[in-house]
């Protein structure tokens, strides 16, 4: 799979309360696939305790 550095626009991410960028479903849809890494706003359904994506 050829993956693409999607640089992030407004609307793409926010700044939580201890300073991490989280990234918004938006941006995981603009980038088009799940990197399994378990993330908040996951639009692909992964369940990192199963390592599967529930659609």
């Given at each position: 799979?050829?993956?693409?550095n999607i640089p992030p626009e407004e609307g793409d991410y926010y700044t939580n309360e201890m300073g991490f960028?989280?990234?918004?479903?938006?941006?995981h849809l603009k980038r088009g696939y799940c990197c399994k890494s378990g993330c908040?706003?996951?639009?692909y359904g992964y369940d990192k305790k199963t390592d599967t994506i529930k659609r």
């Open positions: 799979m050829n993956r693409i960028r989280v990234f918004t479903e938006q941006y908040k706003h996951c639009p």
